[in-house]
């Protein structure tokens, strides 16, 4: 049974860090794409990063660029994301999620295809909450 299960999240203070990781299980981890997504209140998911994990290819949305950083570690399938001078805004719902292969690895395209299979069994995590205090 594929599952991706978030931990890491919690309180902090503007300008503080966290550090959320998403353990994988029951999938080839090195075949697919990983991504990290937000949904603050109100506001739509939105896609934050991607890795690839045969050549540990990144990618970035606009909004967390230069302030998060995404990682994994094969041994222990689990992708990470460093969240580093954390503001009010970035106050939401964390989750990580896989578009399941249907891509072709990291893009903008990969955080499309992932939003569109949302509910599809082993394809997101439950999520975990992260609130930053003014």
């Known amino acids: 049974e594929r599952q991706l299960v978030e931990s890491g999240g919690g309180l902090v203070q503007a300008g503080g860090s966290l550090r959320l990781s998403c353990a994988v299980s029951?999938?080839?981890?090195?075949?697919?794409?990983i991504g990290w997504f937000r949904q603050a209140p109100g506001k739509e998911r939105e896609g934050l990063s991607c890795i690839t994990h045969n050549d540990g290819t990144t990618y970035y949305s606009d909004s967390v660029k230069g302030r998060f950083t995404t990682s994994n570690d094969n041994a222990k399938s689990t992708v990470y994301l460093q969240m580093d001078a954390l503001k009010p805004d970035d106050t939401a719902v964390y989750y990580c999620?896989?578009?399941?292969?249907?891509?072709?690895?990291?893009?903008?395209?990969?955080?499309?295809?992932?939003?569109?299979?949302?509910?599809?069994?082993?394809?997101w995590g439950q999520g975990t909450q992260v609130t930053v205090a003014s």
């Open positions: 029951g999938f080839r981890f090195k075949d697919w794409a």
């Open positions: 999620a896989t578009d399941l292969g249907i891509g072709d690895g990291c893009s903008p395209l990969f955080w499309t295809l992932a939003l569109n299979i949302v509910g599809t069994p082993g394809s």
